[in-house]
């Protein structure tokens, strides 16, 4: 199959975690009975991203959030990007992104590699590394349609590992992310399209809706990018789903026509995962 349909689920994430996750459900169905046979969730998607509410909701694996993602995906028959949660695992927390097939099996996790670290003076302070573990994998999984990669929020600002899932063969890349109003409107659609074009590839950068009642407002936003670095699809900033079609076809004309990855000069330089 040379085409298949992305639903991004878009959602208001509130306090109540069980609200979260039954909007998440709703969302995911809706977007499945609008045709989508790949969906995705935002960062922390039933968590409000502060630093003292990840270790509150935060659940080893598997746990309800993950039994939750798999019994869905299983049932709807469709790859399910999980959004990230907080992931306990022992005594260190991580931002997580996990990924279901259609037979409810998780063939791949992200924890989140670069931590969101920033003091910008007149804008927003965060430091994740307060509450969260670095993660260490690149994630790139296999499904019917092609190898997708998978990263979360700040990674993507980091071209280096854009790259590496590229090389490992991800034509389309997935990340799930909540942005800010500060660099939201600064660099959101600047790096989505940047690492589609850069790589090649369907860029899909997936964020919650904008919630002002909350201590963190997302930017929302969410959107598409096809390889050529054209947005072919973008939501604003309330909760709603957006669509978008993955042309594979597409893909492999623009890498045959300007075929950035083979011109790259690998006697000169190269990016290695260690």
């Not at 969906?39 to 502060?50: A, G, I, K, S």
């Not at 994998?137 to 899932?165: H, N, Q, S, W």
């Not at 790589?199 to 002002?212: D, G, H």
């Not at 909760?239 to 993955?246: A, V």
């Amino acid at each position: 199959m040379n085409r298949f349909t992305i639903g991004i689920c878009q959602l208001r994430v509130e306090e109540d975690k069980k609200k979260n996750i039954e909007k998440a459900e709703r969302m995911i169905r809706e977007a499945v009975h609008q045709g989508s046979q790949v969906v995705v969730l935002p960062e922390m998607f039933q968590c409000p991203y502060e630093n003292k509410y990840f270790p509150l909701y935060a659940e080893e694996y598997p746990g309800e959030t993950t039994t939750f993602l798999s019994r869905l995906a299983q049932e709807l028959k469709i790859y399910l990007i999980g959004g990230s949660i907080p992931e306990r695992a022992g005594d260190i927390l991580y931002n997580t992104s996990y990924i279901f097939d259609g037979k409810g099996q998780c063939i791949g996790r992200h924890r989140k590699m670069h931590l969101f670290d920033i003091d910008i003076e007149g804008g927003i302070r965060f430091k994740e590394s307060d509450t969260l573990g670095y993660g260490g994998e690149v994630t790139v999984v296999d499904t019917e349609y092609c190898k997708i990669g998978v990263a979360i929020c700040y990674d993507m600002r980091f071209p280096e590992l854009m790259r590496l899932m590229a090389l490992e063969g991800a034509v389309v890349m997935i990340v799930p992310a909540a942005f800010n109003l500060t660099t939201g409107p600064a660099h959101w659609d600047i790096l989505i399209k940047a690492r589609a074009l850069d790589n090649q590839v369907y860029f899909v950068a997936a964020s919650p809706a904008r919630n002002m009642d909350a201590s963190y407002h997302a930017y929302g936003h969410s959107a598409i990018a096809n390889p050529w670095g054209e947005i072919v699809a973008q939501a604003h900033e309330e909760e709603m789903i957006l669509y978008g079609e993955i042309d594979l076809d597409k893909v492999k004309k623009i890498r045959k026509e300007l075929p950035l990855l083979k011109h790259r000069r690998i006697d000169l330089y190269d990016v290695i995962k260690k």
